[in-house]
């Protein structure tokens, strides 16, 4: 429609939707695409000219020249000339391109700052930017070809620079170690570090560039970046403002007092959600209007309590709603603008604010409810009144950590504010700049537009959504204007810009045209603004055409000025802002959402699928997206799941939009001629709307809903962080109050799967001393791997268990722990929790004497713990470098049992160079958020909780893993905590006061982080600072002092009055009273001295308990606990709903009391106890379950599973009495599962349980019947391995690959089962093509311990065991080209025939209907369905006989039929001329069994991996699309992917329910 001008403008979008529209987009030019708004990424403008020489084609070369094969062969003579040229030509356009991207950083936004700005298409616009109308067809094509390469090639420069971003974005220690030899060694970088900065000095300044350039050819850069060696640390370490402020750089740019105010308001309206599209769950409202506040000395206490200055908390009313209320929001941007100023202009950073101005936060200070203090109880008021005592209910006795949510979302928008600032005040430069050309070229009317269209709307500061977008929307405008214009100015550039095609345009439309065809931009914004149709314009009395052709001279077309015409108003239009905004504001409130699944029959189409809930929806409203599911929707639009459309109902659309429009820009028309203008004005009404604002809208909306899920998730991953790391250690119960002091002595163990070393690693116990340091571990390979679920009463009397549960005991009677930390990386790790409970009851009761004076407490608790820390903690880089030569499993024990000591150091230790942290799972949706957001936010939420706890720096100094809290403290960071480091090591590795700090810290750095050291009183010198083991602050010292004074007039002395105050705490349950500090007046001295009574109370709770731990207290687990850690690993594989795979262990004799000589022996009815196939026992529903007998297998759906609100009822205990036997306690969680018809076919239940989006479209009973897609295929792992037969090929590509290469012909590949595998694929045949895949396993300890993509030696084969390699051309030599050799023999024998099976037995069948036949006929074939095997097929000499037919296993070595080898093929086939009769044995019964009537089971070659393990309690024992075919020992192209599992059809194991080997599918078949 844009191109000819062609048709009725009143059918443009006849539906309202912008999808028919998108179609069109492609055909913009890419100027009129960045004004719109669809910019994807930045691309640099080249200028295609294509040749108009008459057959100027290059031909493809039919051959070589001479001089070119002498190239080829021996190499180019002027290689090193070219290389110079290349690099000269190479320096020289590095050069433009900087000038260019230079000019135009001004219009250019960086795609990096959304990650899913990818999904944009936007290869064919670039296309169509090098196509203009003048060119013929042919020119067309070559412009096309070029720009597709050029394409082609900035992606792939991208990509390398992404791999290289990544490689130097950290350096891991082992990485580091094995470069040491490649250049020098870590010492020698340190050296010449410190060399290159005494040189510095020296010189007095920065050293020469060349002696920088020479130390940068010795040392790498990316070790110098992963180090903190870098000119840019450097700069940090120097600057005394906190590093982290620093790298937010808030301190860079100096604001004034009214840009400082509008970013006070700015961030006010992004707290009060102004910009959200639901702006019901925004969690910064909600704090402040329902949140939790601290008040003293409140109006409504009692009298008493008001002079006490009692703490007391407050909530604000139920009706209340800031957002409405204008005097609430002047409060909170005071307080806005008091805490900015702390953090910009002070260089205070959050912890701080938070802790030492509390006066300045006002409201930003509340608490979540969760997050509040506990209050006393009447037992507590009862005990405090004996002491006279005078407190209530509502007192705050206790403090507690606080998040600060909303301290960190102010800091976190000031960051955001600063990014829009710095990008407005690059724009506004640029405007002024045209705005100067401008002037000196006498064009007022541009002056004033880009005054008040561009400059003013800049400069508001208010940066309301998208102010800048439509800010350079409208400068692209004026940038085509004076394009036109005959001048040079620094605004203004010459070269073919991005607006060429605007300037292009108007030069060739005469401006009278314009004048008369429509209303201008301007006058339209001033229609819309006043409502009314202020300025008119007539319509001609001739026809467009006849007035272009009066205004045109000669030689241009009148059709295509028109043409032109359009395309220039629609552009305009749509880059006025006052069009922009009724537009947006339209489509954010109306805009709809409709997705539909990109095929019949999805596999998203199920309940339990993670994106069910967003694959149908209908009209769904923008703003009813909560939480995170956007990112579902976009990331399933992303996997090609789902097909999304936005757009906005018709009837809206007309109502709001182009009604409005309509009346305000075009007049009645009456004649014909009237009629024509009116349509071209409708035509650009609608194209502005149809095919620049509603796309560009689109995406708007996209990347807006985007952002606000991903805020959603990165709250939620803090929040689970903080979950983890808010309880303080464990404290022994007999420890008292000085627990924190006292000694532990605790033991660890994590469970293991290998009982065999050389398989893995084994079950390990781990005794930490007193420090957390590692003293002694033990290996437990017996009561490793897969335990017996029982109530372990035999562990000391088996024979098999014995001697590993004496081992045990004499480790734990040798160590003497007060607990055992058990890690709960598994259910395993339940029954072993049993079986550890059963030998420290025999320790404690029959070695009494042993034990005596070493368990205080009477008892030896066994303690299920969260493995998910030490787990990741186990392959840091902290752990590589403290304990180099210790197995994982004992690194991963000494984490879980230093997690008991003080959890900060271990997490806060995975922040390294390899941000190891971001390995948590600890949401669903984290997948969304890229490492540097998820890092973020688990910092944020650790320096919260470290600044409040507190670091104990000389404890630090003694021991190396408690130091990695210390860059999270407030003030310091990775650089500067590394300086305080080692300056305390050249001050003798010890600190006795704040006062030393000083010396050593900058002084703003000093301000932020001395008040968090901590200091031991008792380990203080006798002359210390007393108030140096508190937290108060060393500014407030003097004020603390005269205030103890005050409380203890009978002392006259400052500090023996504080030492005074310390000494007469009490400890009374789980809070401190001091009577002194309790009974003394804080309000009556506030008013009197003129001091905060808020940090009067505060340094009263420091005097009370100093430095105390404000994390919640250490408890037990209880039974929701313990499942929820047990199941944390199969989380989803146990969620309700969910089908699955399990085997009947009990089905009688089970009673839920101890049994009793009356009762039925066969116990309680229908009652099962199942056991899935994640390995956890489940309680088969007796309302839900089919007749099933003992060791059945069968499939279950999980119908329930523990909740928070039942746990009471979270584990139940059954008795199971045999006829024989003893009596068993089995302890079983509340699963309940259920294996009945209705229960496995329920699905009504699950989708209203899950799928409870407005707007979703319930699965419909046709889509149930459609096939099923095949799983999603896993990404491919990338190895960097070097071998001419090596590919970085998934099993589809190496199938085209393979299509394309003779028999024989094979390649390595790496294998879908992941790193420490690979996969070996060799062509057999070409037709049919046949392709045997074989799986190659590398050594487990070469990867152990170490993060690398290296390949592993010694290799294995799957099929081989037996078999070492020690590298690919080993394989090669002694596996591959004997197994070619030998099908080969097999392809010349006389009897080999080609072809599948059906067509082998066609030929057979031939050959006896020609000749009566006396001997049996014989063919050999190679197997389609199982490739690696040779088909024997013959023709018994019986009348009516069917073609039988017989494996033969093809192996390096031979082949092997019927249970023997033959070396060669000619003596099998003789033995089988002798002999064609298979004997009947067991292979033969079991072939049958497995439901293959034609094959005979060999038992030879590989058939044994064939045949699997008849294990069916384990799905993943026949994950085909796993071990074979995609990941490397399959069934080539003619495999159906097994599915792992049961399938509900045909109760057949296999994908799609084939039976038996005579299908595609393998499996074992159930008839």
């Known amino acids: 429609k844009g191109k000819d001008g062609g048709g009725s403008g009143g059918d443009s979008g006849s539906d309202g939707s912008d999808d028919d529209s998108e179609e069109d987009v492609d055909e913009l030019a890419e100027e009129d695409l960045e004004i719109a708004g669809l910019k994807a990424r930045k691309k640099k403008r080249r200028l295609v000219k294509a040749s108009k020489a008459d057959g100027e084609s290059t031909p493809a070369p039919a051959g070589m020249t001479e001089e070119e094969l002498k190239a080829k062969l021996f190499g180019r003579t002027d290689l090193e000339d070219l290389e110079d040229e290349e690099v000269k030509d190479q320096e020289k356009a590095s050069k433009a391109e900087a000038a260019v991207e230079s000019e135009e950083e001004f219009d250019s936004q960086s795609s990096e700052e959304d990650e899913f700005r990818d999904f944009i298409d936007d290869t064919e616009v670039h296309k169509q930017r090098v196509v203009t109308d003048d060119m013929d067809d042919e020119q067309k094509r070559i412009a096309i070809e070029k720009e597709e390469e050029r394409l082609r090639k900035a992606r792939q420069k991208q990509k390398r620079k992404q791999r290289l971003k990544a490689r130097t974005a950290g350096v891991s220690l082992a990485t580091h170690k094995d470069l040491q030899g490649l250049w020098l060694d870590a010492d020698d970088l340190v050296r010449r570090y410190e060399e290159m900065k005494i040189s510095r000095i020296e010189t007095g300044g920065l050293a020469t560039r060349a002696a920088d350039t020479e130390a940068d050819k010795k040392i790498d850069p990316a070790i110098l970046e992963a180090n903190f060696f870098t000119n840019d640390d450097d700069q940090i370490r120097r600057t005394d403002i906190p590093e982290r402020l620093q790298l937010a750089k808030l301190h860079s740019v100096q604001l004034s007092q009214s840009e400082f105010t509008e970013q006070c308001e700015w961030i006010c309206d992004q707290l009060l959600g102004h910009n959200l599209f639901n702006i019901d769950e925004n969690l910064y409202t909600d704090i402040l209007d329902g949140g939790v506040t601290e008040v003293e000395s409140p109006a409504g206490a009692s009298e008493l309590h008001r002079k006490l200055g009692r703490r007391f908390l407050s909530k604000a009313e139920e009706n209340s709603q800031i957002a409405y209320d204008e005097i609430q929001q002047e409060v909170l941007k005071e307080s806005l603008a ?223 000025v028109c043409d032109m015409a359009v395309k220039l108003m629609t552009v305009e239009l749509s880059s006025e802002t006052a069009v922009r905004r009724l537009v947006r504001t339209a489509y954010r409130d109306n805009a709809r959402v409709f997705t539909e699944p990109a095929k019949k029959g999805s596999e998203i189409r199920d309940p339990m699928h993670k994106y069910c809930p967003v694959s149908s929806l209908d009209d769904k409203p923008l703003s009813s997206f909560k939480a995170a599911e956007w990112l579902y929707l976009v990331s399933a639009e992303r996997e090609g799941l789902i097909r999304v459309t936005i757009k906005m109902p018709m009837d809206v659309l007309q109502e709001q939009v182009m009604s409005v429009f309509e009346s305000l820009y075009m007049a009645p028309a009456s004649s014909p001629v009237h009629k024509e203008w009116r349509n071209l004005r409708k035509k650009i009404l609608q194209d502005a709307v149809y095919n620049y604002l509603l796309p560009m809208l689109k995406l708007e909306v996209k990347n807006a809903l985007i952002q606000e899920a991903k805020g959603w998730v990165s709250q939620k991953l803090s929040d689970e962080m903080w979950k983890l790391l808010s309880v303080a250690p464990w404290k022994s119960e007999v420890s008292g109050d000085q627990g924190e002091n006292t000694e532990k002595y605790i033991m660890s163990c994590v469970w293991g799967p290998a009982k065999d070393r050389s398989q893995g690693f084994s079950t390990t116990l781990v005794m930490l001393d007193t420090s957390g340091n590692l003293a002694d571990f033990l290996e437990m390979p017996a009561f490793s791997g897969k335990l017996n679920w029982s109530d372990g009463t035999n562990i000391m009397s088996d024979v098999k268990s014995q001697a590993a549960a004496e081992n045990v005991k004499r480790f734990i009677i040798a160590h003497k722990p007060q607990i055992i930390a058990l890690g709960s990386g598994s259910v395993e790790c339940v029954k072993l929790k049993n079986i550890m409970e059963i030998i420290v009851a025999e320790v404690l009761v029959n070695h009494t004497q042993e034990m005596k004076g070493a368990v205080e407490s009477g008892d030896i608790p066994v303690i299920l713990a969260s493995q998910v820390i030490p787990h990741l903690w186990s392959g840091s880089e902290a752990a590589l470098s403290e304990l180099p030569q210790v197995p994982g499993s004992v690194k991963e024990a000494v984490a879980l049992g230093r997690m008991f000591f003080d959890p900060l150091p271990v997490a806060a230790s995975l922040f390294s160079n390899q941000n190891e942290v971001a390995g948590l799972n600890l949401h669903e949706a984290q997948q969304f958020l890229s490492v540097d957001e998820q890092l973020s936010a688990l910092e944020q939420c650790l320096v919260t909780l470290v600044s409040q706890v507190g670091v104990d720096l000389n404890e630090a100094m003694l021991q190396t893993w408690k130091s990695y809290s210390l860059p999270f403290v407030a003030g310091l960071g990775s650089r500067k905590a590394n300086i305080l480091l080692e300056a305390i090591k050249k001050r003798g590795g010890y600190v006795d006061s704040r006062r030393q700090l000083s010396e050593i810290l900058s002084p703003k750095v000093w301000e932020n982080a001395c008040a968090l050291m901590r200091f031991q009183r008792d380990k203080m010198s006798y002359d210390g600072e007393l108030l140096d083991c508190t937290r108060i602050h060393p500014d407030a010292y003097e004020s603390v002092k ?142 839900n379950n089919q007749p099933t007998g003992r060791n059945d297998n069968i499939r279950v759906r999980v119908l329930e599973i523990p909740t928070a609100d039942e746990t009471a009822k979270v584990k139940k205990k059954y008795f199971f009495k045999p006829a024989r036997g003893k009596l068993k306690t089995i302890e079983v969680f509340s699963i309940i599962v259920g294996n009945s018809e209705r229960a496995l076919s329920d699905l009504d239940k699950w989708e209203d349980r899950y799928c409870t989006l407005a707007g979703y479209q319930k699965i419909q009973p046709d889509e149930l019947t459609e096939e099923v897609m095949r799983p999603k295929k896993r990404k491919l792992v990338r190895r960097p391995i070097k071998h001419e037969k090596f590919q970085n090929y998934d099993y589809e590509q190496t199938k085209n690959y393979m299509e394309k290469c003779t028999s024989g012909d094979f390649l390595f590949r790496p294998s879908s089962g992941g790193v420490g595998k690979l996969s070996l694929t060799v062509k057999l045949t070409g037709k049919p093509m046949i392709l045997l895949n074989e799986q190659i396993e590398e050594d487990k300890k070469a990867h152990e311990g170490r993060n690398t993509l290296s390949l592993g030696t010694p290799l294995r084969i799957k099929k081989s065991v037996n078999e070492e390699y020690e590298d690919l051309d080993e394989i090669v030599a002694r596996f591959v080209e004997p197994l070619i050799n030998k099908l080969d023999a097999v392809k010349a024998h006389p009897k080999f025939r080609r072809g599948t099976k059906a067509q082998v037995s066609e030929y057979l069948q031939a050959q006896v209907e020609k000749v009566k036949y006396k001997y049996a006929k014989a063919a050999f074939s190679l197997d389609e369905q199982h490739p690696g095997y040779v088909r024997l097929s013959y023709l018994k000499n019986k009348e009516g006989s069917r073609p039988s037919h017989e494996r033969i296993g093809l192996s390096p070595d031979g082949y092997r039929f019927r249970g023997k080898e033959y070396s060669k093929l000619e003596k099998l086939y003789k033995v089988f001329i002798q002999h064609p009769d298979p004997k009947e044995d067991n292979a033969r019964r079991d072939a049958r069994k497995d439901g293959d009537r034609d094959y005979r089971d060999t038992r030879g070659g590989y058939s044994d991996s064939y045949r699997g393990e008849r294990d069916y309690s384990r799905a993943q024992d026949y994950q085909a699309s796993e071990a074979y075919g995609r990941g490397g020992g399959g069934y080539g192209q003619y495999q159906d992917y097994g599915y792992g599992g049961y399938n509900d059809q045909q109760a057949s194991y296999g994908y799609g329910g084939q039976q038996g080997y005579d299908q595609q599918g393998y499996g074992y078949g159930a008839r």
């Open 338 to 560: 008091s805490v900015l100023r702390d953090i910009q202009q002070k260089h205070l950073e959050v912890p701080f604010v938070a802790m030492y101005r509390k006066e300045h936060c006002g409201p930003l200070l509340c608490l979540r409810e969760e997050d509040k203090p506990s209050m006393l109880g009447s037992e507590d008021l009862y005990d405090l009144f004996e002491m006279g005592l005078s407190f209530s209910e509502e007192n705050v006795m206790r403090e507690k950590v606080r998040r600060w949510d909303l301290l960190w979302k102010v800091h976190e928008l000031s960051k955001e504010w600063h990014s829009h600032f710095k990008r407005a005040q690059k724009r506004l430069e640029a405007y002024k700049n045209l705005q100067a050309a401008a002037q000196e070229a006498g064009e007022l009317e541009t002056v004033k537009g880009i005054e008040k269209d561009c400059m003013q709307l800049l400069q508001s500061k208010r940066f309301d959504y998208q102010v800048i977008d439509d800010a350079d929307a409208k400068f692209k405008m004026y940038q085509s204007i004076m394009q036109n214009v005959d001048v040079k100015a620094a605004g203004v550039s010459k070269r073919p810009g991005k607006t060429q095609q605007l300037s292009h345009w108007r030069r060739n439309v005469p401006a009278s045209f314009l004048k008369v065809l429509c209303l201008s931009p301007v006058q339209f914004a001033a229609n819309i603004e006043a409502e009314a149709q202020e300025h008119k314009l007539e319509y001609p009395d001739v026809d467009p055409f006849e007035f272009v052709e009066k205004e045109l001279p000669s030689g241009m077309s009148p059709q295509n």
């Open 1042 to 1183: 005269k205030l103890a004074r005050e409380i203890e007039s009978e002392i006259d002395d400052d500090d023996e009055a504080v030492e005074a105050l310390l000494d007469k705490a009490e400890h009374i349950k789980s809070y401190v009273v001091n009577k002194s500090i309790d009974k003394f007046h804080f309000k009556d001295y506030a008013e009197k001295h003129n001091a905060n009574l808020k940090s009067l109370i505060d340094f009263a709770f420091e005097l009370k308990s100093p430095f105390s731990d404000l994390r919640e207290s250490w408890r037990m687990p209880g039974n929701m606990e313990e499942f929820l850690l047990a199941s944390n690993e199969i989380r989803d594989m146990i969620k309700p709903g969910r089908l699955c795979n399990a085997r009947v262990l009990y089905n009688r004799s089970l009673f839920d009391h101890q049994p009793r000589e009356d009762d039925d022996p066969r116990g309680i009815k229908d009652l099962k106890i199942v056991e899935l196939d994640c390995g956890i026992l489940a309680i088969l529903d007796a309302a």
